[in-house]
């Protein structure tokens, strides 16, 4: 595969998570995911270092399966959840992608800066995120195999969750 055709298909799959993220189509999203999917928000050690053991070390956010990804969509879906009783307006902007091949995965990095606004509360806020996806490839088509994303302001005016970064 060509480094075009891997930054095609990298850039296709971010944009229709963002957008299924944004439209609150979380079967479709979770469609995207690997069957043994790793979903990582790695927190901060230091200013400057982020963690980067999930085993040893704290993580803003940190599922390790397909199941638990639909248990967090199944706690939005009940309105029992804290975080998402009264779930934010959000905006998705993917940019800065670059591909790679590694072996039989894309790698694909970008940044994603999502644009959160809290009804209740009516108030705005922005996540921005530094983000490595490694795509592999399922059938005839690709799926998120491990996303990791790096919260560079992460200190946010509300509750975060897989839907607002």
């Known amino acids: 595969m060509t480094g075009d055709e891997a930054h095609r298909i990298a850039a296709e799959l971010l944009y229709r998570e963002a957008l299924f993220l944004d439209e609150r189509r979380w079967d479709e999203w979770l469609a995207l995911y690997d069957a043994h999917p790793e979903f990582w928000v790695p927190a901060w050690r230091t200013d400057d270092t982020p963690t980067a053991d999930t085993s040893t070390e704290v993580s803003l956010l940190y599922i390790a399966s397909h199941l638990e990804l639909a248990e967090r969509i199944a706690r939005v879906r009940s309105g029992k959840s804290a975080a998402s ?3 934010p307006r959000t905006a998705h902007i993917v940019s800065n992608v670059l591909a790679e091949m590694e072996g039989d995965a894309i790698v694909a990095r970008s940044v994603i800066t999502t644009q959160i606004f809290n009804i209740p509360r009516r108030e705005q806020h922005i996540a921005i995120t530094r983000c490595e996806h490694r795509l592999a490839a399922v059938g005839d088509g690709w799926r998120i195999k491990r ?6 302001n992460d200190y946010i005016p509300t509750m975060m969750d897989f839907y607002t970064i």
């Open 85 to 87: 009783s009264s779930l």
């Open 147 to 152: 996303k990791k994303m790096l919260l560079l």
